[in-house]
Each structure stands twice: as structure tokens, then as C-alpha cells.
């Protein structure tokens, strides 16, 4: 019985240590007395455990631990538990002010730090931070709360202020309103208020001096930041006084409009056709001649999204000499952004038919092409895709020396965007410009461009013009034969045959025919081309474009596939054919492919030039008496009879030398006959003239009437997207304006 009193007892003194030891103090709120921790001992929390002066400490909290603890404490003559505890409640209360609430500190007093190693923070001392963060936070929601409740006292006085009769009163109005737009609070109680924004606006319009105007413009500023903002601007008229306001002689209220008037066209929706109703373009243009380049970075980005996709702002931009103004800013500014916001309307502009030559003339090109080897690819690739707009209509500018060298080098680039531009003005620029092409040939640009074919592979976009460029490059220059040698040196004719091969994208296939024949014109290229099998291809496209223009022909329209009629398709091919003829082994590799009915057939074209290369095919390969034989029986003497009357002296030309060497195994009377015909048809001005006729160069009359086809322009979109110079988080995506030409024609024959 007093065994079991005893035990009672004993439990009772453990609840009541255990109970003392958590709880005596407080929650840990105020005074975080149950979640310091022990800095001098690995344990998680000193509370239970800093009863003891033993080594020995328990792993658990409970009253085992706090009993243990109280034997060894007993025995070691410690403190007692009591004292302990008062002591650090003390110094975790202080050190908890000290770092919430460090101004409540007297003077001179300091919490007494616990930690053993000064390198390590206590619990508290990380708190600090964020306690100061949430306190600072709380006086920052009061204060947000009192700026709201201002202004919403305040707003319906300032709107009638704003619209009293006194200038001064006004001002004054005005000058209040802009500071509450300082604060986010009040600024945002401002927008909700409509009344207030057509105030200012109408302030703003109205104003008798600049300081006024320059408040009311600076408030307009401020609430475009918000969406609810220009929605108000937008509702309140605010665009037609924004638009006045850019004829204004100060600086700064100059500022305030064009940046609102940025904020509403790239948010607002509206605001585009808006700011042209109010002649906005008009009084932008003129703004090109300030000499602020963060002030003219943001007028281009105004014309540009006023310009993209409307073709009437595209005019008005011309009229009011807006292309001189940009050009003038490529040229004599290295802001980045400013370059950069100034291509994109370049960019645009280049589409234009109109805007087009007036940036050529004002040396667009040029200005252009100084920014190619900087370092912000974003200003290159607009600058490449605007050259590559205006190419076609530059062909006769002079001064591009060092913008087709650094096209050249620029067609080594992995970027495909790059080499598709790169490609395409190289293209436009050596089309009918002999001397752009003697450079082109000399800064290695043949051996590039086969390069840049054999990296094109399947793209399309880049293998047409990269052909184009070298057809041009292989004819009709002093360089030109050695541009034709080079193809072969830098192991380009297999890489070019190739490309006629299936699948069939005509625009390729056509420049490709066109470059094979001018390849065609170098002896040594004949025996490298029959190897890459160009004769059988060329036949095989032959046919199958004849047979796509006969399927039509009832219908008296012309055949076109990917923008390619299948007249110059059979045009070209029979036209390399000729000058493929012109090696003994060609010609009879030509004639074994059974080629020779479809040659005689195509003497009955209603395409003029598709006469002339059949009659002149047929001349070469009536030069084996074999072939000959086979001629006469198709029945060519007939219509080559009818050749002879014609106007074009190269179909005339060609028809008589057929008909002269069929006729050479032909009887005295059979031969009599034709001198007669030919002597009155087509020599009859110069009867000696007979006599030569197989020593005349037949393909003189050929050569001459060649032009080369201009690739034609038409546009790409940019990838990546273009991002905007200001607010890049609220401003949205933008698109390249850009036109697609699907003609792909060339306007000259191959």
C-alpha cells in the first residue's frame, strides 16, 4: 500500500516537471521559450533537456527523460530547472524583439546571444529577415489602403477643377492629379473613374500653357501602363488629343504622347484605325528628323504598327518622305533598338510596289548593308529580309561592291533564314548587271553558291535562288566562262543534275535547265554532264511537259505547275538539248532516245521560242548523216519550208541550215528546189549568203536575245517572332509584314 502511494506520488512530480518544462512560460509566440535551439548539443530542442549537467542526453522529450534528468542534475549539483528556465525566457524574448521590432530597443540594450559558434544563426536570427519583409509589407498595405481612400475623396473635386474656367485653378488641378498617379493606389481609383479621364483629356486639349498640357499628358502616360487605363484614354477621345499633342515645341510632352499613343496601338484594340483617322501618320513622319534615339525608337515602332498590313498607311509614310527619314537613320545612327525598330518598318515598307524604289533611290541598299556584320542578329536577319524585298528593283544601282562580298560570306552560314535572304539578293542583284556578276565570280561566289546548293538539300526556298544566282554568274559577263569551269572545278555538276530529279518543284527544275545550258556552253563541261546523266533527265522532263501542254491545249490556256508554265519548261530543256548537241557524243546519245519525232513536232508550236530551239536542235543533229535521214522522213522539209518566211531571224536561220544539209544526199532537181526557196525567202537580199550558210555561228542569235529571268520577290515571315522595345511583358507578338508573289515567272525567256 505505501509502495502503490509512493508511485503515485512520483508520477505526479513527473506530470508536473513535464508539464513545466513546455508550458510554464507561454505558446512561443512572444517568447519562442519551446523552439530556441540548443546551439551547444546536436539534439533537436533544448527545452526538456537543459534540466540536466550530465553527458548523458535522452532522445525523446517525455517525463523518462525529464526524470533522468532531474536525478543527474541532483547529483551534480546544478542550478535548479526553475532559474534555468527564467534565464532563457528572457534572452529568447529579447532576441525576438530585437529582430522584429529593433526600435523598441532602449538604448544601449542588446539581446545576449546564445550560440557557441558565431558562424552559425540561431533560429531567430533567420527569421529576422522576413519578419522585417512581412512588417514592412503590412505598413505598405496600410499606406495602399490611405493613397485609395484619398483619392477616392479626392476625385470628384479634381474633375470639376479640372474643368473650371481659370487657367490657374486648372494648373493646379492638373498638377495634383499627375502626383496621385504617382502612387499605384490612387492611380488605379483614377482609371475607374471615366469622368476624371476625359477631364484630363479635355484639359489636356484645351490647356492655354505647356505646363498644363505637360501634367495632363503625363497623366495619360501613367494610366497607359494599365489596361483599364487605355481603355478609358481610348473611350474619352483621348487619341485625337494625343495626336495634336505631337506638334507640341516641348520635349516632353512630345515624349508623354508618342509613348501613350505606343501603349494604346500595341493594346488598345481600335487605336490603329483610330490614330489614322486623326492624321496621326502625318504628324509621326516629320517626328523621323528629332535626334533623340530612344524618342525616335519609339516613332518607327508607331509607324511600323500603323504601317503593317494597310496599304494606305504605307502611301501616306511615302508622301510625307518617310523612307528618306529611315534610310537617314540606318545610316548615321548605331543605337541598336532605334536600327532595329527602323528595318521593321523598312521591312514593311519593302513590299510596298510605291515605297519600294523611293528607298532604293535613297540608298536603302547601301544603308542596309553596313549593319550586316554587327553583332545583334535580330538587326541582320531584318536587314536580310528587307534587302531581299527591295533586290529586284536595285538591279541597277551602283556602289554594292562590299554588300555582295559580305553576301558572299554570308552564304557559308548555317541559318537557313540567312541563306535563303542571302541567296535570293545575290539572285536579284546579278540578273542582267554584267558587272555585279564579274565581282560576284571574283569574291568566289560560284563556289559558295554550289556549297550552299549541297547544304540546301530539300529546301526549296534556297535552292532556287542559290540556281538562279549561278545561272546568271555562267553567262553574258567577261568572267563568265570561268564562272562555267569553276561549276566544274568545285565539283557543282553532279550536285546540279541532280536537283532534276524526282520530285519535281518546277521553279527549281526551270533554273536548273537554264544553268545546265549555260554549263553546256564550256567544251569541258560536255563529257561531265553526260556522265551525271543530264541528257536522259532532260529528255525525260521533256516529254512530260509536252505531254502537260498537249493535254491543255484544246482549252487554249496555258499550263502551269508550282507557277511554272510547261511552255518554258519545254522551251529550256530543248534549248540545253541544242548546245548539249553540239558534242559528236551527245548528239547521238540525243538522237538514240527516239527524240527526234517530238523535235519535228515542236516546229508546229504556237511558241515562237519553242520553234527556235527545236529548228536549232534539229541543226545540230542534223549534222550525222544518219539523223539527217531520219529528219527528212518525219517530214520536217514542210514546216521548216514555212520557217523560212518567219520575222525572227534566228527561227529563219536555223530552218535554212536544215533544210540545206537534208537536202545535201537529195537529188540535183530536189536541191535546185530548195536553193530557189531559199534564195528567194531568205537570201534574196544577199544570194552569197547561200554559200555560207553551214559556216554561219547559228547560235549567235540565240545567245544575244537571252536575258536572264529575275527571281521574283516575295516575302517570309521572321522566325523567331520579333518582340517589342517596350513593356516586353504586356506587348504582344508580332508578325512581319510580308506578300507572297506565287507567279514565280521569270518575264524573259531562258
Given at each position: 500500500?505505501?509502495?502503490?502511494?509512493?508511485?503515485?506520488?512520483?508520477s505526479?512530480?513527473?506530470?508536473?516537471?513535464?508539464?513545466?518544462?513546455?508550458?510554464?512560460?507561454?505558446?512561443?509566440?512572444?517568447?519562442?521559450?519551446?523552439?530556441?535551439?540548443?546551439?551547444?548539443?546536436?539534439?533537436?530542442?533544448?527545452?526538456?533537456?537543459?534540466?540536466?549537467?550530465?553527458?548523458?542526453?535522452?532522445?525523446?522529450?517525455?517525463?523518462?527523460?525529464?526524470?533522468?534528468?532531474?536525478?543527474?542534475?541532483?547529483?551534480?549539483?546544478?542550478?535548479?530547472?526553475?532559474?534555468?528556465?527564467?534565464?532563457?525566457?528572457?534572452?529568447?524574448?529579447?532576441?525576438?524583439?530585437?529582430?522584429?521590432?529593433?526600435?523598441?530597443?532602449?538604448?544601449?540594450?542588446?539581446?545576449?546571444?546564445?550560440?557557441?559558434?558565431?558562424?552559425?544563426?540561431?533560429?531567430?536570427?533567420?527569421?529576422?529577415?522576413?519578419?522585417?519583409?512581412?512588417?514592412?509589407?503590412?505598413?505598405?498595405?496600410?499606406?495602399?489602403?490611405?493613397d485609395?481612400?484619398?483619392?477616392?475623396?479626392?476625385?470628384?473635386?479634381?474633375?470639376k477643377?479640372?474643368?473650371?474656367?481659370?487657367?490657374?485653378?486648372?494648373?493646379?488641378?492638373?498638377?495634383?492629379?499627375?502626383?496621385?498617379?504617382r502612387?499605384?493606389?490612387?492611380?488605379?481609383?483614377?482609371?475607374?473613374?471615366?469622368?476624371?479621364?476625359?477631364?484630363?483629356?479635355?484639359?489636356?486639349?484645351?490647356?492655354?500653357?505647356?505646363?498644363?498640357?505637360?501634367?495632363?499628358?503625363?497623366?495619360l502616360?501613367?494610366?497607359?501602363?494599365?489596361?483599364?487605363?487605355?481603355?478609358?484614354?481610348?473611350?474619352?477621345?483621348?487619341?485625337?488629343?494625343?495626336?495634336?499633342?505631337?506638334?507640341?515645341?516641348?520635349?516632353?510632352?512630345?515624349?508623354?504622347?508618342?509613348?501613350?499613343?505606343?501603349n494604346?496601338?500595341?493594346?488598345?484594340?481600335?487605336?490603329?484605325?483610330?490614330?489614322?483617322?486623326?492624321?496621326?501618320?502625318?504628324?509621326m513622319?516629320?517626328?523621323?528628323?528629332?535626334?533623340?534615339?530612344?524618342?525616335?525608337?519609339?516613332?518607327?515602332?508607331?509607324?511600323?504598327?500603323?504601317?503593317?498590313?494597310?496599304?494606305?498607311?504605307?502611301?501616306?509614310?511615302?508622301?510625307?518622305?518617310?523612307?528618306?527619314?529611315?534610310?537617314?537613320?540606318?545610316?548615321?545612327?548605331?543605337?541598336?533598338?532605334?536600327?532595329?525598330t527602323?528595318?521593321?518598318?523598312?521591312?514593311v515598307?519593302?513590299?510596298?510596289?510605291?515605297?519600294k524604289?523611293?528607298?532604293?533611290?535613297?540608298?536603302?541598299?547601301?544603308?542596309?548593308?553596313?549593319?550586316?556584320?554587327?553583332?545583334?542578329?535580330?538587326?541582320?536577319?531584318?536587314?536580310?529580309?528587307?534587302?531581299?524585298?527591295?533586290?529586284?528593283?536595285?538591279?541597277?544601282?551602283?556602289?554594292?561592291?562590299?554588300?555582295?562580298?559580305?553576301?558572299?560570306?554570308q552564304?557559308?552560314?548555317?541559318?537557313?533564314?540567312?541563306?535563303?535572304?542571302?541567296?535570293?539578293?545575290?539572285?536579284?542583284?546579278?540578273?542582267?548587271?554584267?558587272?555585279?556578276?564579274?565581282?560576284?565570280?571574283?569574291?568566289?561566289?560560284?563556289e559558295?553558291?554550289?556549297?550552299?546548293?549541297?547544304r540546301?538539300?530539300?529546301?526549296?526556298?534556297?535552292?532556287?535562288p542559290?540556281?538562279c544566282?549561278?545561272?546568271?554568274?555562267?553567262?553574258?559577263?567577261?568572267?563568265?566562262?570561268?564562272?562555267?569551269?569553276?561549276?566544274?572545278?568545285?565539283?557543282?555538276?553532279?550536285?546540279?543534275?541532280?536537283?532534276?530529279?524526282?520530285?519535281?518543284?518546277?521553279?527549281?527544275?526551270?533554273?536548273?535547265?537554264?544553268?545546265?545550258?549555260?554549263?553546256?556552253?564550256?567544251?569541258?563541261?560536255?563529257?561531265?554532264?553526260?556522265?551525271?546523266?543530264?541528257?536522259?533527265?532532260?529528255?525525260?522532263?521533256?516529254?512530260?511537259?509536252?505531254?502537260?501542254?498537249?493535254?491543255?491545249?484544246?482549252?487554249?490556256?496555258?499550263?502551269?505547275q508550282?507557277g511554272?508554265?510547261?511552255?518554258e519548261?519545254?522551251?529550256?530543256c530543248?534549248?540545253?538539248?541544242?548546245?548539249?548537241?553540239?558534242?559528236?557524243i551527245?548528239?547521238?546519245?540525243?538522237?538514240?532516245?527516239?527524240?527526234?519525232?517530238?523535235f519535228v513536232?515542236?516546229?508546229?508550236?504556237?511558241?515562237?521560242?519553242?520553234?527556235?530551239?527545236?529548228?536549232?536542235?534539229?541543226?545540230?543533229?542534223?549534222?550525222?548523216k544518219?539523223?539527217?535521214?531520219?529528219?527528212?522522213?518525219?517530214?520536217?522539209?514542210?514546216?521548216?519550208?514555212?520557217?523560212?518566211?518567219?520575222?525572227?531571224?534566228?527561227?529563219?536561220?536555223?530552218?535554212?541550215?536544215?533544210?540545206?544539209?537534208?537536202?545535201?544526199?537529195?537529188?540535183?532537181?530536189?536541191?535546185?528546189?530548195?536553193?530557189?526557196?531559199?534564195?528567194?525567202?531568205?537570201?534574196?537580199?544577199?544570194?552569197?549568203?547561200?554559200?555560207?550558210?553551214?559556216?554561219?555561228?547559228?547560235?549567235?542569235?540565240?545567245?544575244?536575245?537571252?536575258?536572264?529571268?529575275?527571281?521574283?520577290?516575295?516575302?517570309?515571315?521572321?522566325?523567331?517572332?520579333?518582340?517589342?522595345?517596350?513593356d516586353?511583358?504586356?506587348?504582344?507578338?508580332?508578325?512581319?509584314?510580308?506578300?507572297?508573289?506565287?507567279?514565280?515567272?521569270?518575264?524573259?525567256?531562258?
Amino acid at each position: 500500500m505505501m509502495s502503490m502511494q509512493m508511485s503515485e506520488a512520483d508520477s505526479v512530480v513527473k506530470v508536473a516537471e513535464w508539464q513545466q518544462t513546455y508550458y510554464s512560460s507561454d505558446s512561443g509566440i512572444q517568447s519562442g521559450a519551446t523552439t530556441v535551439r540548443d546551439d551547444e548539443s546536436s539534439t533537436d530542442y533544448s527545452g526538456c533537456k537543459r534540466y540536466t549537467g550530465s553527458t548523458t542526453n535522452s532522445t525523446t522529450g517525455g517525463p523518462a527523460a525529464a526524470t533522468t534528468g532531474g536525478g543527474d542534475s541532483a547529483g551534480g549539483g546544478a542550478e535548479s530547472p526553475t532559474d534555468l528556465d527564467a534565464q532563457f525566457s528572457l534572452t529568447r524574448a529579447q532576441r525576438v524583439r530585437a529582430a522584429m521590432f529593433p526600435e523598441t530597443l532602449v538604448e544601449g540594450e542588446a539581446a545576449m546571444p546564445i550560440q557557441s559558434d558565431p558562424t552559425q544563426q540561431s533560429n531567430v536570427q533567420r527569421l529576422a529577415e522576413p519578419s522585417q519583409l512581412l512588417k514592412t509589407a503590412i505598413v505598405h498595405l496600410i499606406n495602399y489602403q490611405d493613397d485609395a481612400e484619398l483619392a477616392t475623396r479626392a476625385v470628384p473635386e479634381l474633375t470639376k477643377l479640372l474643368g473650371d474656367d481659370d487657367p490657374l485653378v486648372v494648373n493646379k488641378a492638373a498638377m495634383i492629379v499627375n502626383q496621385l498617379t504617382r502612387k499605384e493606389a490612387s492611380r488605379r481609383v483614377l482609371v475607374q473613374s471615366p469622368s476624371m479621364v476625359g477631364a484630363v483629356v479635355r484639359a489636356m486639349t484645351t490647356a492655354v500653357d505647356m505646363e498644363t498640357a505637360r501634367c495632363a499628358a503625363s497623366v495619360l502616360h501613367s494610366l497607359s501602363h494599365q489596361r483599364e487605363g487605355l481603355m478609358a484614354i481610348f473611350q474619352s477621345g483621348g487619341i485625337p488629343a494625343l495626336v495634336r499633342m505631337l506638334s507640341s515645341p516641348v520635349e516632353s510632352v512630345l515624349f508623354y504622347a508618342i509613348t501613350t499613343l505606343h501603349n494604346l496601338l500595341l493594346h488598345q484594340e481600335g487605336s490603329k484605325m483610330a490614330v489614322r483617322l486623326a492624321d496621326g501618320l502625318q504628324r509621326m513622319v516629320p517626328l523621323l528628323k528629332k535626334s533623340n534615339p530612344k524618342f525616335l525608337a519609339i516613332t518607327t515602332d508607331c509607324l511600323q504598327l500603323l504601317s503593317y498590313g494597310n496599304q494606305e498607311s504605307k502611301l501616306i509614310i511615302l508622301a510625307n518622305g518617310g523612307p528618306e527619314g529611315l534610310v537617314f537613320i540606318m545610316r548615321n545612327y548605331n543605337y541598336e533598338k532605334l536600327l532595329w525598330t527602323t528595318s521593321r518598318v523598312l521591312k514593311v515598307l519593302s513590299v510596298c510596289p510605291s515605297n519600294k524604289p523611293a528607298i532604293v533611290e535613297a540608298g536603302g541598299m547601301q544603308a542596309l548593308g553596313q549593319h550586316l556584320t554587327g553583332s545583334s542578329q535580330r538587326l541582320i536577319q531584318n536587314c536580310l529580309w528587307t534587302l531581299r524585298n527591295l533586290s529586284d528593283a536595285a538591279t541597277k544601282q551602283e556602289g554594292l561592291d562590299g554588300l555582295l562580298q559580305i553576301l558572299v560570306t554570308q552564304l557559308g552560314s548555317d541559318d537557313v533564314n540567312m541563306l535563303t535572304c542571302a541567296t535570293g539578293i545575290l539572285s536579284n542583284l546579278t540578273c542582267n548587271n554584267s558587272r555585279n556578276k564579274t565581282l560576284v565570280t571574283q569574291f568566289g561566289g560560284v563556289e559558295a553558291l554550289i556549297h550552299a546548293v549541297l547544304r540546301a538539300g530539300e529546301k526549296e526556298d534556297v535552292a532556287e535562288p542559290a540556281v538562279c544566282a549561278l545561272r546568271h554568274l555562267t553567262s553574258r559577263h567577261q568572267d563568265a566562262e570561268l564562272a562555267q569551269n569553276a561549276v566544274r572545278l568545285h565539283y557543282g555538276i553532279p550536285a546540279v543534275v541532280k536537283l532534276l530529279s524526282q520530285p519535281h518543284y518546277w521553279p527549281v527544275v526551270k533554273a536548273t535547265v537554264g544553268l545546265i545550258r549555260n554549263l553546256a556552253l564550256c567544251p569541258a563541261n560536255q563529257a561531265p554532264l553526260r556522265e551525271a546523266g543530264a541528257i536522259p533527265r532532260l529528255v525525260n522532263l521533256l516529254l512530260k511537259a509536252h505531254q502537260d501542254t498537249q493535254r491543255h491545249a484544246s482549252s487554249a490556256q496555258q499550263t502551269y505547275q508550282d507557277g511554272v508554265r510547261m511552255e518554258e519548261i519545254v522551251e529550256g530543256c530543248t534549248g540545253a538539248l541544242h548546245i548539249l548537241a553540239r558534242d559528236p557524243i551527245n548528239r547521238g546519245e540525243i538522237s538514240s532516245m527516239q527524240t527526234i519525232p517530238l523535235f519535228v513536232q515542236l516546229l508546229y508550236s504556237y511558241v515562237e521560242n519553242v520553234k527556235r530551239v527545236s529548228a536549232g536542235v534539229l541543226c545540230e543533229l542534223a549534222l550525222d548523216k544518219q539523223s539527217a535521214e531520219l529528219i527528212d522522213a518525219e517530214g520536217a522539209s514542210a514546216p521548216l519550208m514555212e520557217l523560212l518566211h518567219s520575222n525572227n531571224e534566228g527561227i529563219a536561220t536555223y530552218a535554212a541550215a536544215v533544210l540545206f544539209r537534208i537536202s545535201e544526199d537529195k537529188s540535183s532537181d530536189y536541191r535546185k528546189r530548195v536553193s530557189v526557196e531559199l534564195t528567194h525567202s531568205l537570201f534574196k537580199h544577199d544570194p552569197a549568203a547561200w554559200d555560207m550558210t553551214h559556216s554561219v555561228p547559228l547560235e549567235a542569235a540565240y545567245l544575244t536575245d537571252e536575258l536572264d529571268g529575275s527571281y521574283p520577290p516575295y516575302g517570309y515571315s521572321d522566325l523567331p517572332l520579333d518582340t517589342l522595345p517596350l513593356d516586353p511583358d504586356l506587348h504582344e507578338s508580332y508578325i512581319p509584314d510580308m506578300t507572297f508573289d506565287p507567279r514565280q515567272a521569270y518575264p524573259e525567256p531562258l
